[in-house]
């Protein structure tokens, strides 16, 4: 599924399968031949704005088709104060 965080920093996404003996791989877009990483769970170390990834599954010789997810970022809330300060 997809993942948020607010701010800039690291933010992970953990592919899961009933498929026996799986491999995932995880893809910059949905038609790369190359993955990024094989494993389950990916890591954008700094997430700085949104991004998308792919993952697929490979189990025994079946190869899912890639599934979307989204690393989403969030922009901190500000602050504002206003008025005059009298002493």
Known sequence: SDVARCGTGSLAATASTT???PTFNWYLNS???TPL???????VSSLT?????????VSL???????Q????RYEPASVSI???LTL
């Open 82 to 84: 206003g008025g005059a």
């Open 69 to 72: 997810v989204n690393f989403t």
């Open 19 to 21: 498929s026996p003996t």
């Open 31 to 33: 038609n790369d031949i």
């Open 49 to 57: 704005t949104t991004a998308n990834y792919f993952v697929e599954v």
């Open 61 to 67: 010789t079946c190869v899912s088709e890639r599934k």
């Open 37 to 43: 990483q094989s494993g389950a769970t990916y890591t």
